[in-house]
T-cell receptor
Framework: AQSVTQLGSHVSVSEGALVLLRCNYS??????LFWYVQYPNQGLQLLLK??????LVKGINGFEAEFKKSETSFHLTKPSAHMSDAAEYFC?????????FGAGTRLTVKP | GAGVSQSPSNKVTEKGKDVELRCDPI?????LYWYRQRLGQGLEFLIY????????KSGLPSDRFSAERTGESVSTLTIQRTQQEDSAVYLC??????????????FGPGTRLTVL
C-alpha cells in the first residue's frame, strides 16, 4: 500500500521568496513520484516526476523536487515565487498503476 | 483533440436521479483513470482501465457507481440514484502505456456534479 502526506494545506509566500511545499510518502516498493499543479478553473497538469536516475528532478516553470529515500520525501521547491504560481499543488505516488494523491497544498503569493 | 476531454462540464441533478459522465482520452492512450475530487480535498482514485478492462475497481465508493470503456477509447462513469455526498468534481486522466506506473497521466478539465 502507498500513501502521500502533504504538510500544510495552505502556504503563503511573498513574491520573490522561496517556495517549499512538503511531501512525504509511504510505499512498500520504490515509488514513482509526481507533482501536479491545478490552476484556478483548470485541470491538473504535470509539473515534474521522478521515476529512476537522478534524484533531483527539474520541472516546468522553474520548479524542482528532490527524491530523498532516507527521508521518504519529495519536497517541491522554487527559488523565487511569482504571482502566477498561485495554485493548488498535489503530490502523488504511483506503483502498479495505482496512483495516490495527497490532499493538496494551496499556494498563495503575496505582492 | 489534443487533450483529454470530459462532458458535461457541469451537471446539476436531483437526488435519486442517475447521471452519466463521459471521458474522451487522448487518442492512442491505452490506460484511463477516473478520480473524484470533493471540495477542498485531494483526488480520490475510483477506477482504472487497461484497454477496455478494469483490473482495479477497488476505489468505487459503492455499487451505485459503475464505469465502462469501449473501443479502447471513450469511457462512461455512471452514478445511479445519486446522493448529495456524490457532489464533487469527477476527473478523468489517460496515459500512453498501461502497466507502467511511471507514465504521466494527462487530466481532463473535469465534470462538476452537484446533487440537490
Amino acid at each position: 500500500a502507498q500513501s502521500v502526506t502533504q504538510l500544510g494545506s495552505h502556504v503563503s509566500v511573498s513574491e520573490g521568496a522561496l517556495v517549499l511545499l512538503r511531501c512525504n510518502y509511504s510505499s512498500s516498493v520504490p515509488p514513482y513520484l509526481f507533482w501536479y499543479v491545478q490552476y484556478p478553473n483548470q485541470g491538473l497538469q504535470l509539473l515534474l516526476k521522478y521515476t529512476t536516475g537522478a534524484t533531483l528532478v527539474k520541472g516546468i516553470n522553474g520548479f524542482e523536487a528532490e527524491f530523498k529515500k532516507s527521508e521518504t520525501s519529495f519536497h517541491l521547491t522554487k527559488p523565487s515565487a511569482h504571482m502566477s504560481d498561485a495554485a493548488e499543488y498535489f503530490c502523488a505516488v504511483s506503483r502498479n498503476n495505482d496512483m495516490r494523491f495527497g490532499a493538496g497544498t494551496r499556494l498563495t503569493v503575496k505582492p | 483533440g489534443a487533450g483529454v476531454s470530459q462532458s458535461p462540464s457541469n451537471k446539476v441533478t436531483e437526488k435519486g436521479k442517475d447521471v452519466e459522465l463521459r471521458c474522451d482520452p487522448i487518442s492512442g492512450h491505452t490506460a484511463l483513470y477516473w478520480y473524484r475530487q470533493r471540495l477542498g480535498q485531494g483526488l480520490e482514485f475510483l477506477i482504472y482501465f487497461q484497454g477496455n478492462s478494469a483490473p482495479d475497481k477497488s476505489g468505487l465508493p459503492s455499487d451505485r457507481f459503475s464505469a465502462e470503456r469501449t473501443g479502447e477509447s471513450v469511457s462512461t462513469l455512471t452514478i445511479q440514484r445519486t446522493q448529495q455526498e456524490d457532489s464533487a468534481v469527477y476527473l478523468c486522466a489517460s496515459s500512453k502505456v498501461s502497466g507502467r506506473s511511471g507514465d504521466t497521466q494527462y487530466f481532463g478539465p473535469g465534470t462538476r456534479l452537484t446533487v440537490l
